[in-house]
C-alpha cells in the first residue's frame, strides 16, 4: 500500500448544541454555555424567548389588573390636585401597554445590540478575534435569568383573584421590595428597576469576557458593569438633583 493512498480521517466537526442544553447551560453551567457560542453563536432562538415571554407578560397584566385601582396608586404620588386630575385623563390602560410592548420587543433588543458593539468595540482595541454575532449572542444569552423572572411574574397574576396587583408585586426580587419597601415616587422606579436578574446577568456577561479573553476577574467585571453603571448612575442623578419627580 502506498503511503499516498492513506488518509487521516477528519475530526468529526462539532455537533451544534440543542437550545435545551444552551438553557440549561446559562443557568447552572455558564462555562459550557461559553464554549459552545465560540463555536455556535446562536442568538434568535433566546432572542424570541425573552422578547416574547416579556411581552406576554406585559400584555397579560395590562389586561386582567384592576386599571382603575392601578390608576389611583399611581395618583397617589402626586401632591398637586391639577396635575393629579390631569393625569387622571391621560393614564388610559392601551397607552401603558403599548409602552410596555415597546420596551420589550425593540428597547430591550436595542439595548442588547448596543451592548455587543460596545464589547466588540473594546475586544477590537485588544485585539481579541470575536465577532459581533458571537457579542451578541453572548449578551442576549446572559439575560436568560430574567425568563425565571418571568415565570415568577405568571405565578404572581395566575395567583391573585381580584385584579389588584401592582407591578412592584411583580418583581419580588428587585432592590426595592427586598430592602428599600418604597411606596411611591422617583426612587421607587428606580430600586424596582433594580433586581436580582440584573445583578445575575452582570455577572455572567462578566464570565463570558474573561473566558473568551482570558483577561483578570476584576477588569472583566469592570467592562461588564461599565454600560449599567453609566445607565443607572445617570437615572440616579436626575433624581438626586430633582429633573426626575
Known sequence: MNT???RTPLAPASARPTFNALFSQSITEPRKLFA????HASWLPPLLLLTLSTAAVSAWYYSVVDFEWLKE???LSIADVNLRETARLTIQRHLLMTSAL???LLLMPLGW????????GIAKILGFGRSFRQWFALVVWSNMP??????SAAAQMLLN???QISMSQLHPLSLNQLVLQQQSGPWMGFAEAVDVGLIWSIILLALGVQNWTGRRWPACLAV????????YGGWAVLIAQGIIK
Open 146 to 151: 430574567h425568563f425565571l423572572l418571568l415565570v
Open 224 to 231: 461588564a458593569l461599565l454600560p449599567p453603571v453609566i445607565i
Open 113 to 120: 445590540c448596543l451592548m455587543a458593539l460596545y464589547l466588540a
Open 73 to 75: 396608586q399611581a395618583l
Open 36 to 39: 459552545a457560542l465560540n463555536t
Open 102 to 104: 415597546i420596551h420589550d
Open 4 to 6: 499516498s493512498d492513506i
Open 161 to 163: 383573584t381580584d385584579g
